[in-house]
């Protein structure tokens, strides 16, 4: 008789479940008509310390308060601000057995997959190598593609229109962080200058003046925070370009503020658009970003399935590839599955963090991004199976397997890219270009760590804007020739 081995993923079907919100002793009282209102949500966002006490109780001991206040003066990039929704999804089980000790409460919220995210504390970021010295706050140079204010133009045939700059929740991780959001001690914040109304119109006007585009991302920030009836007069004019045929609005409210999204006024909205797309032959989707499993419950598949309902043709998943939060073949593809069997969302990608400062203990190396591709392999449908993608700057989305070369010592890989980006138009090199992207330096070998503080780049070295500097000037000259060693 065979014994057969057993999978190297072991599938099961998860049922979802809201967290019970009342565990936490500043929710208590609150209902669940309360509770699954948007409005209710947006008044009730922890935004600071303060208020994360009076919510907590005795829940966290003071060390981790202390932990996060040194956190925000020193190192955050992103302000605070995060949705009751996605509170409640941080150790969802915490009193599943009984009411926890403050110490056993804080060790669990110190390694939820959540919280590292949305609230990072000093303690997670690394001592060593805490930004890539080749880190910059816009590492992707969205802004020098700008075709109008907050309108980048870096594919051939598809634009990123950046309509807002705030979102109803605040990731750590923002690849946006130089633009979005409040400032924090560590960043001043770039401003949007022109009124929303004026910075649309110049958007609809470079579509109808550009045929060769036929795709719009519609981001920020978060759609989900714009009102709705500016957002669908936008989408509405955009369907009225004859060349657009694909619209997408980028909104991770779907998970983090659900209840907006399936509110009555937006799903009538949602339906007149879709409507309209549909007469017009133009596919109009929704892409969300969700991190982890735990953040997939009924509210946000409400969400999801409401939209499908009234006919947007996709709800796809975008989400980042950070180290202590999705980082294993396991939770990459439980949270799949929740997506797909649970909520009707499509895995779509998973991008490696870009290098921001203070980013490093988020960011994987190459090589761990492509065990990781492997890994979700033959698991899940062709047409679910997310891409885990390097956003190359200078180049844009490349599969991880699409690498030239990769020197895995130094941990410095190669990319080129087949069309030209909105800035090299007339630049006929190009396409023979290769562009350079970095591993973070801790998970180099010791030969690895050595040549980069040999380089000048002592470990420890803190100063994000001396990084940034540095790294102008670094991917100015990179963009222009293949580094040797
Ligand atoms: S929702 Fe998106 S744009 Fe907003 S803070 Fe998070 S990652 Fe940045």
Same mark, same amino acid.
């Given at each position: 008789?065979?014994?057969?081995?057993?999978?190297?993923?072991?599938?099961?079907?998860?049922?979802?479940?809201?967290?019970?919100?009342?565990?936490?002793?500043?929710?208590?009282?609150?209902?669940?008509?309360?509770?699954?209102?948007?409005?209710?949500?947006?008044?009730? #966002?922890?935004?600071?310390?303060?208020?994360?006490?009076?919510?907590?109780?005795?829940?966290?001991?003071?060390?981790?308060?202390?932990?996060?206040?040194?956190?925000?003066?020193?190192?955050?990039?992103?302000?605070?601000?995060?949705?009751?929704?996605?509170?409640?999804?941080?150790?969802?089980?915490?009193?599943?057995?009984?009411?926890?000790?403050?110490?056993?409460?804080?060790?669990?919220?110190?390694?939820?997959?959540?919280?590292?995210?949305?609230?990072?504390?000093?303690?997670?970021?690394?001592?060593?190598?805490?930004?890539?010295?080749?880190?910059?706050?816009?590492?992707?140079?969205?802004?020098?593609?700008?075709?109008?204010?907050?309108?980048?133009?870096?594919?051939?045939?598809?634009?990123?229109?950046?309509?807002?700059?705030?979102?109803?929740?605040?990731?750590?991780? #923002?690849?946006?962080?130089?633009?979005?959001?409040?400032?924090?001690?560590?960043?001043?914040?770039?401003?949007?200058?022109?009124?929303?109304?004026?910075?649309?119109?110049?958007?609809?006007?470079?579509?109808?003046?550009?045929?060769?585009?036929?795709? %719009?991302? %519609?981001?920020?920030? $978060?759609?989900?925070?714009?009102?709705?009836?500016?957002?669908?007069?936008?989408?509405?004019?955009?369907?009225?370009?004859?060349?657009?045929?694909?619209?997408?609005?980028?909104?991770?409210?779907?998970?983090?503020?659900?209840?907006?999204?399936?509110?009555?006024? %937006?799903?009538?909205?949602?339906?007149?658009?879709?409507?309209?797309?549909?007469?017009?032959?133009?596919?109009?989707?929704?892409?969300?970003?969700?991190?982890?499993?735990?953040?997939?419950?009924?509210?946000?598949?409400?969400?999801?399935?409401?939209?499908?309902?009234?006919?947007?043709? $996709?709800?796809?998943?975008?989400?980042?590839?950070?180290?202590?939060?999705?980082?294993?073949?396991?939770?990459?593809?439980?949270? #799949?599955?929740?997506?797909? $069997?649970?909520?009707?969302?499509?895995?779509?990608?998973?991008?490696?963090?870009?290098?921001?400062?203070?980013?490093?203990?988020?960011?994987?190396?190459?090589?761990?991004?492509?065990?990781?591709?492997?890994?979700?392999?033959?698991?899940?449908?062709?047409?679910?199976?997310?891409? %885990?993608?390097?956003?190359?700057?200078?180049?844009?989305?490349?599969?991880?397997?699409?690498?030239?070369?990769?020197?895995?010592?130094?941990?410095?890989?190669?990319?080129?890219?087949?069309?030209?980006?909105?800035?090299?138009?007339?630049?006929?090199?190009?396409?023979?270009?290769?562009?350079?992207?970095?591993?973070?330096?801790?998970?180099?070998?010791?030969?690895?760590?050595?040549?980069?503080?040999?380089?000048?780049?002592?470990?420890?070295?803190?100063?994000?804007?001396?990084?940034?500097?540095?790294?102008?000037?670094?991917?100015?000259?990179?963009?222009?020739?293949?580094?040797?060693?």
């Amino acid at each position: 008789m065979s014994h057969p081995l057993p999978q190297p993923y072991d599938y099961r079907q998860h049922e979802v479940r809201e967290p019970d919100w009342t565990r936490l002793p500043g929710w208590s009282e609150v209902t669940t008509s309360e509770w699954e209102d948007a409005q209710w949500q947006r008044a009730h #966002c922890v935004k600071n310390i303060k208020q994360l006490r009076a919510l907590m109780g005795d829940l966290l001991t003071d060390d981790f308060y202390d932990d996060l206040e040194l956190d925000q003066a020193e190192r955050a990039t992103m302000s605070m601000l995060i949705t009751p929704q996605m509170v409640n999804t941080m150790v969802p089980d915490s009193h599943d057995t009984g009411t926890p000790t403050p110490q056993t409460f804080t060790e669990a919220y110190y390694v939820d997959p959540v919280r590292r995210y949305m609230l990072p504390v000093f303690s997670d970021r690394r001592t060593d190598w805490p930004s890539h010295p080749y880190s910059s706050r816009d590492s992707l140079h969205e802004h020098d593609m700008w075709r109008a204010e907050g309108l980048t133009h870096r594919y051939p045939t598809k634009v990123l229109a950046e309509v807002l700059s705030t979102c109803p929740q605040y990731c750590g991780h #923002c690849t946006r962080m130089d633009l979005v959001g409040n400032s924090t001690p560590t960043v001043k914040k770039l401003k949007l200058e022109l009124k929303p109304v004026d910075r649309m119109q110049q958007h609809l006007d470079y579509l109808r003046a550009t045929p060769s585009v036929r795709d %719009v991302v %519609v981001s920020g920030g $978060d759609v989900g925070n714009m009102p709705w009836k500016n957002l669908e007069a936008y989408v509405d004019k955009i369907l009225d370009v004859e060349n657009i045929r694909d619209i997408r609005l980028a909104t991770k409210a779907l998970m983090g503020l659900p209840q907006h999204w399936y509110s009555d006024d %937006v799903l009538a909205g949602a339906e007149r658009l879709a409507t309209k797309a549909s007469s017009r032959g133009v596919g109009l989707a929704v892409h969300t970003h969700v991190n982890h499993a735990n953040s997939v419950t009924p509210l946000v598949a409400r969400a999801s399935r409401g939209l499908l309902d009234v006919g947007i043709r $996709d709800v796809r998943n975008q989400g980042v590839l950070m180290a202590g939060i999705n980082n294993s073949v396991d939770q990459l593809l439980d949270l #799949c599955f929740a997506l797909l $069997d649970e909520a009707s969302i499509l895995p779509y990608y998973f991008y490696m963090p870009d290098m921001i400062p203070f980013a490093e203990h988020w960011r994987v190396s190459l090589a761990d991004a492509q065990r990781l591709q492997h890994g979700v392999m033959g698991y899940l449908p062709g047409f679910a199976t997310p891409r %885990v993608t390097c956003d190359v700057p200078f180049v844009g989305k490349r599969w991880v397997h699409q690498v030239d070369e990769y020197d895995h010592v130094l941990g410095i890989s190669y990319w080129s890219k087949n069309y030209r980006t909105g800035i090299e138009l007339e630049d006929p090199d190009a396409v023979r270009k290769k562009h350079v992207y970095y591993d973070p330096v801790h998970s180099l070998p010791q030969e690895g760590q050595e040549w980069w503080i040999n380089e000048g780049y002592p470990k420890g070295q803190i100063a994000a804007e001396t990084h940034a500097a540095a790294a102008a000037s670094r991917a100015a000259a990179a963009s222009d020739m293949a580094p040797t060693h």
